[in-house]
């Protein structure tokens, strides 16, 4: 059963997703009115999306026409700026 999650509070140091065995989707907010934060996932070690500049007050919508079959709990995101971004994910 899909069940939808949120990443906040972020630092600079790295978040891990919750496992699970399918990443449904994945949006990435950048909730910050003037900052542009760098934003990397990674999977399984692996770059996936290496340094997204995401402006103020955007997001992006990621794997929901390709979901990724893994282990979420190798799925991590991390950014270069405290507290501008926050995930909201779904897996399976």
Do not use: R
């Not at 065995?21 to 399984?44: D, E, F, Q, R, Y």
């Not at 919508?61 to 700026?81: A, G, N, Q």
């Amino acid at each position: 059963m899909a069940k939808t999650l949120t990443l906040s509070s972020f630092s600079t140091a790295a978040q891990t997703l919750v496992k699970g065995t399918k990443l449904l989707n994945m949006t990435i907010s950048n909730i910050h009115s003037s900052s542009t934060p760098a934003v990397n996932v990674l999977v399984g070690g692996v770059y996936v999306i290496a340094n997204l500049q995401l402006p103020p007050k955007a997001s992006v919508v990621l794997f929901e026409e390709s979901p990724l079959s893994v282990d979420t709990s190798t799925v991590t995101v991390s950014t270069d700026i405290s507290a501008t971004i926050n995930v909201v994910y779904t897996i399976d």
